[in-house]
C-alpha cells in the first residue's frame, strides 16, 4: 500500500473517531461503540460469529503488522467469517459481490481509547453490484445475522 493511501485511511478513521455517536453509518459502513476493551469485543465477536454456525476463516491484527515494519496503529483487528449458504445467492446473482465476502468485521481503538465494531451493510454491498430480489432473503438473513452478532458483541 502506498504512503499517500495509508495517510488518507488515517484521516478517515480521525473522521470518524471524532463523531460521538454510539453508532454510525457511512456510505454502507457501519460501526458500533462497544462496551468492552479490543480483546473482548473481539473474544466476543469471534465467539458469536461460531455460536452462529459460520466459519472463521481469518484474524488480521493490522496493528502487529504495523509494528513489524516500524510503524504505529492503534488495536486494529480484522475477522473474516461466513458460510456458503449466506453468501452464494447473493453471487448467484452477481459474481462481483465475491470481492466483497466473506463478510468481515473489524474492532479497532480510536484516540480516545474507545473501541468500536464497524461491517460492511449487506444491504449496501447487494445495491453496489447490482443483486437483484431473487437475493433479498439472504440479504435480509444476512443484516439480522451480522446486527445480531455485532451487539452481542459489545453489549453486555
Given at each position: ?15 470518524i ?17 462497544s ?31 504495523a ?6 496503529l492503534?488495536?486494529t ?47 449496501y ?9 431473487a ?13 445480531a ?6 453489549t453486555?
Amino acid at each position: 500500500m502506498r504512503l499517500s493511501a495509508l495517510v488518507k485511511i488515517i484521516a478517515l478513521v480521525a473522521a470518524i473517531c471524532s463523531w460521538e455517536t454510539q453508532a454510525m453509518a457511512t456510505d454502507g459502513l457501519i460501526t458500533i461503540k462497544s462496551n468492552f476493551g479490543r480483546a473482548d469485543t473481539m473474544k466476543r465477536l469471534e465467539a458469536e460469529v461460531k455460536a452462529k454456525g459460520l466459519t472463521v476463516f481469518a484474524h488480521v491484527d493490522h496493528a502487529a503488522g504495523a509494528a513489524a515494519i516500524d510503524l504505529k496503529l492503534r488495536p486494529t483487528d480484522l475477522l473474516i467469517f461466513g458460510n456458503a449458504k449466506g453468501g452464494t445467492p447473493l453471487m448467484q446473482q452477481a459474481q462481483t459481490v465475491g470481492i466483497d465476502l466473506p463478510l468481515k468485521a473489524l474492532v479497532w481503538q480510536d484516540e480516545q481509547g474507545a473501541t468500536w465494531l464497524s461491517y460492511n451493510d449487506p444491504a449496501y454491498l447487494a445495491g453496489r453490484h447490482g443483486v437483484g430480489e431473487a437475493a433479498k432473503a439472504a440479504v435480509t438473513a444476512m443484516t439480522g445475522a451480522l446486527h445480531a452478532i455485532a451487539t452481542k458483541a459489545t453489549t453486555p
